[in-house]
């Protein structure tokens, strides 16, 4: 075991963490998928089977409480579609009230064609929206997306006002590449980001648990190729993360640490803890303390498998999130 040294810097702490797989600091970064539950219908669900959420508000107020005690961290809700959660507007005002200055919602965007809602979240402390579009092409959308592109027109409007209402607020696009749409696709939702001053970035289709839908959406390797080959245009986040080994955009062959079983909490909806959404969970709220869990050997060994590069860390795994945490401790 290694010892603390007074005077130890925040990222000396952060090194001995990882290569001893315990937690010497508090984590800084808490994402929380609220709920399975989703009021459209993409035809590449990883939640086919919506089955809503164990989470209660006083479990949530809990966990962000606690780790709100010495530095809050960044919150980002996810879903499903997370605006759908009964106490949505109560947590995110919860965690404002707590001290948390970043607060990003990633939506599928639908609510936000009421301007008055998107206003109010706005308004009880949200810094952030990433909402979901893969493709311009208004019957493809439809098909893709389960809900009427001039809806997600509505959504664009109202995001551009929101833009301009609320100049601090970061409103990025978000599209998933998948065998059903083209790279000319994704570059025209890009060019519409750029124009108008939004954040854009993409994150590559992430098989299901659905062979049929794997089947019609995962990139093949080869595809994958001809994309990246067709990519070049892709200067801004997706260009930008640094990945590890095989990433095949960035960082060949250069191995990178990845600090997620330090930084990241990922809660989800049925109350299990994990450090990344691509990691078998290591505890769970409803049974244990989340201290308990974040101490466990659970935890530990799951830290070990991140360590040891034993993860399946494929073409878009955010292990770029871990990195950029350096910035804030
Ligand atoms: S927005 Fe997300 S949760 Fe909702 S249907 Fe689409 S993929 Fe599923
Ligand atoms: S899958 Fe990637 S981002 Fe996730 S913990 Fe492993 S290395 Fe980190």
Redesign the pocket.
């Known amino acids: 075991m290694c010892k603390i040294i007074l005077g130890d810097s925040p990222m000396d702490l952060l090194n001995k963490a990882y290569g001893e797989c315990f937690p010497y600091l508090l984590p800084v970064r808490l994402d929380i998928s609220l709920t399975t539950d989703c009021d459209i219908n993409c035809a590449y669900c990883w939640h086919q089977k919506k089955n809503g959420s164990l989470l209660t508000y006083e479990s949530l107020a809990g966990i962000i409480d606690l780790l709100s005690l010495k530095r809050p961290p960044r919150l980002n809700l996810t879903g499903g579609e997370p605006t759908i959660f009964p106490d949505f507007e109560r947590i995110l005002e919860h965690a404002h009230k707590s001290g948390i200055k970043n607060i990003l919602l990633c939506t599928n965007g639908y609510r936000l064609r009421e301007m008055d809602f998107a206003e109010r979240i706005i308004g009880l402390g949200l810094t952030a929206l990433n909402i979901s579009v893969d493709t311009l092409d208004s019957a493809k959308f439809e098909m893709l997306r389960g809900y009427k592109f001039s809806d997600f027109e509505k959504v664009l409007k109202n995001c551009l006002s929101l833009k301009e209402k609320f100049p601090n607020v970061n409103i990025s696009l978000v599209s998933v590449m998948s065998r059903e749409v083209t790279p000319d696709e994704l570059y025209e939702v890009k060019k519409l980001c750029i124009s108008n001053k939004l954040g854009y970035f993409v994150q590559t289709f992430d098989n299901t648990k659905y062979r049929e839908i794997n089947k019609r959406f995962a990139l093949r390797r080869k595809e994958r190729r001809e994309y990246l080959e067709r990519l070049s245009w892709l200067d801004g986040r997706v260009g930008d993360v640094v990945k590890?080994a095989q990433n095949p955009l960035t960082q060949k062959g250069k191995s990178t640490r990845?600090y997620?079983?330090i930084t990241t909490v990922k809660l989800s909806s049925d109350g299990s803890i994990g450090?990344?959404w691509?990691?078998k969970p290591v505890g769970n709220i409803l049974k244990s303390s989340f201290i308990e869990i974040w101490n466990s050997e659970a935890a530990r060994r799951a830290r070990a498998y991140?360590r040891d590069k034993r993860?399946?860390?494929d073409f878009d795994?955010?292990?770029f999130e871990?990195l950029d945490l350096y910035d804030i401790i």
């Open positions: 590890r990845c997620k079983g450090f990344c691509q990691s991140i993860c399946r860390c795994c955010d292990v871990s």
